[in-house]
Structure formats: structure tokens, C-alpha cells
């Protein structure tokens, strides 16, 4: 059992940047790849970065690659989200997931998830 508390989240202008962090608690937090989704209101949730178990490999959604940065600390049983050079686009909830087996886009395929955090970027 993996228990997730996402924290960071805000209000930042168009351009601006946030640093989202999740803290894990529980057992082997190195045992899970973790992913970031977020969920626009009247919207899916969708993928937006993944990180694999040893952090060696990161996965991005094309609506984020080259502004977002995933990494992980598994000494500290952390995960972050850096934001840069964001849009309004990009306003949403931001959720952390844990997944036992691989890093998953698929939501469905994530075993534990947090509760969110707010991220509003104005225009």
C-alpha cells in the first residue's frame, strides 16, 4: 500500500513556472514507477508524465514534452513535476499515481493515486 500527497500546486501567469511535488508513504517507494496525470474541468484525465522505477527513463505527453520535467527521489520517497513555460491549456488538476509493474500512460493501469492538487494558469 502506497499512500500519495501531491503538493505545489497554484496560480501562475502564462510563462510562468511551478514545481509540483508528491510524497509517498509506505512500503518499497523504489518498487513503483510513478506518473503524473491531470484533469481539466468537464474533461478526461489525461497522461502527462511518467518516470520508471530507477528514474532512468521518463515518458511525456506531446502536449508537454520539452516544458515539463519528471524526476524522482527514492532516498526521500518523492516524485516532482517541474512546469516551465506554461499555458493556460494547462490548467487542471495535477494528480500523482504509483503503478507496481511499469510506467503506464493509461490511468486504469495505475494501482494508487493522490487526492490533487490545483494548478491555474492565467492568461
Known amino acids: 500500500q502506497v499512500q500519495l500527497v501531491e503538493s505545489g500546486g497554484g496560480l501562475v501567469q502564462a510563462g510562468g513556472s511551478l514545481r509540483l511535488s508528491c510524497a509517498a508513504s509506505?512500503?518499497?517507494?523504489?518498487?513503483?514507477?510513478m506518473g503524473w496525470f491531470r484533469q481539466a474541468p468537464g474533461k478526461e484525465r489525461e497522461f502527462a508524465a511518467a518516470?520508471?522505477?530507477?528514474?532512468?527513463?521518463?515518458y511525456y505527453a506531446n502536449s508537454v514534452k520539452g516544458r515539463f520535467t519528471i524526476s524522482r527521489d527514492n532516498a526521500e520517497n518523492m516524485v516532482y513535476l517541474q512546469m516551465n513555460s506554461l499555458k493556460a491549456e494547462d490548467t487542471a488538476v495535477y494528480y500523482c499515481?504509483?503503478?507496481?509493474?511499469?510506467?503506464?500512460?493509461?490511468?486504469?493501469?495505475?494501482?494508487?493515486w493522490g487526492q490533487g492538487t490545483q494548478v491555474t494558469v492565467s492568461s
Open positions: 518516470i520508471n522505477k530507477s528514474g532512468a527513463n521518463t
Open positions: 499515481a504509483a503503478d507496481s509493474a511499469y510506467a503506464p500512460v493509461r490511468a486504469r493501469d495505475y494501482d494508487y
Open positions: 509506505g512500503r518499497s517507494f523504489s518498487s513503483y514507477a
